[in-house]
């Protein structure tokens, strides 16, 4: 129970702020009828550092809230008030600078106000919407169900004491929305979601233009649709999203406390629709508003980690589109940058641990220093055991590690890593149901490692799981999507050893079968036509080996050739295409001699 607690000043603890209980006595300087026009300014001074972002504001307000709780003795006819808005100034403060003694102190002071203010108690409502506010901040902090739930209910109570038209219904639909916005990410229940559009939409239609409540009803309302738009992907929602956003940010000047937010939110919004339509001009105003956003950011601020981590991943996606090597080791420097500041616990760390990994794999890729990889394989093993058996990203993280373990093998050859990434990949596939969309991807690369294992070991078994998995991947991936054709031509390759093996002529007819098809699917210009014309021409040579028809020979070279014309200059397969072409033609003619000594 709070009584004349009041929040010292930021010191050097863990928490942030610290408290003091005073004793019970009315200050020097204000005295007990000067209470109610204190309250007022009070408030005045909140909402201006809340509109207005004046840091002088907010400065003042805190010193002055703390003498007003200490000079309003409990009897007070206000004392409900002055509890009420010290909570308000304690969460405003908590939002800049993020201090949990702070938001502790809220709910604690609304939760006082609270109960001095039974049912029909003309501050009831100011009280329920002051706490709930808290609740939901300590909710999204600590991830409590328990403080979302109670801050919904204590909202609606706050929306049935007012009239249509009362100057907080506003204020207290946004804060409900937002609330049950919050509630459909931890559900998925779509009733939250359309309840959540809707409190906004009613809450911006009444706020027109010049309402000081405007640019929070369009920001809310803009991140709603955004994530009806990442349910539904209706185009429409994702322009009026935007449209929102820059509205918005329109109304939050530089030094706004809330326009770190709204560009952060702007920004997230654009990444989006170049994600729908490939215009790079939306990427590189994602990159800039992120940008922008940290830099409003100073140290202690909650929204700087948030804001370099969106920077570094959208830095790799624009490297991944257009290839600037700058922006990699950007989104390198942000994710480490990011670490730096989310100590072990931060509920960012482990996300971006995973983003820096997959840069850092990307680079070594690109650069082919084992180092990064290493790295790599570090930060996916820390993901992973801080994802245990039931979390809902332990499969990606599995995946990931395989993937990194794999590459590893690949350029190290430690039979060790390509074990452990088998028996990754092994979990994973285990762990995605057999309705999951992505199931032939998991599926497809567990096949992919069981093949070079079996090209390293030669194991009948891995050989027989390999095609086994490819078959399944096959089956279930959709005719239109991009990874077929790589399925497709996975699956001839160990089908044509298969039949080299055991001699089973239907391995060797299915293997060219699905070169073919892989073919079909990498028309002329595709980047990997050539590589599937040779592993075809392959397939083809081993019928022709064993039945013995020119017409398949004839087909090797015309892969062959097609393949060798068709590579680009300097490309480091080139000597191997026309080696092979030479090779076929080689045995064109030793068979056409043949039959010519034959025939006489």
Known sequence: ????????????????????????????????????????????????????????????????????????????????????????????????????????????????????????????????????????ARSNTEGSDADLELSIELQREALGLREAQHADLPQILNSLGQAVHTKFHRTGNQSNLKEAIECHEHALQLCPVGHPERAVSLNSLADALHTRYDQEGDSTDLTNVIDYHQEALSLRPEGHPERPLTLNDLADAFRARFHLTGNTSDLDNSVSCFQRSYDLCPPGHPLRATSLSNLATTLWTRFEHLGNLLDLDRAIASSVAVLDICPAGHPLRVSTLNNLAAALHTRFRQAGDVSDLNKAIEHYQTVLDNRPPGHHERSMSLNNLANALHARFEYEGSIKDLNKAIDCYRDVVQLCPTNHPLRFTCLNNFAGALWTRYEYEKRTGDLNEAIERHMEAVQRCPSNHPMRSHILNNLGKPLLARFKNQNDISDLYKSIEYHEAALQLRPAGHPLRCPTLVDLSNAVQARFEHEHRTEDLDRVISLRREAVDSCPDGHPMTSSYKNWLAMSLLLKAEVSNHASIEHT
Not at 28 to 55: A, K, N, P, T, Y
């Open 1 to 136: 129970m709070v009584d004349n607690e009041v929040p010292n000043t930021p010191s050097d603890s863990d928490d942030g702020f610290v408290l003091v209980a005073p004793p019970v006595v009315v200050s020097e300087d204000l005295h007990v009828s000067e209470i109610g026009s204190q309250v007022e300014q009070v408030s005045d001074l909140v909402d201006r550092f809340s509109m207005m972002g004046d840091r002088t504001a907010l400065s003042r307000v805190v010193p002055l809230s703390e003498r007003v709780v200490r000079a309003c003795p409990s009897s007070h006819s206000l004392r409900a008030m002055v509890l009420c808005t010290m909570g308000r100034v304690l969460l405003v403060r908590f939002n800049q600078f993020g201090g949990m003694g702070d938001l502790r102190k809220a709910v604690e002071f609304g939760e006082a106000a609270l109960e001095l203010c039974p049912l029909g108690h003309q501050d009831r409502a100011l009280c329920l919407t002051n706490l709930a506010n808290a609740l939901h």
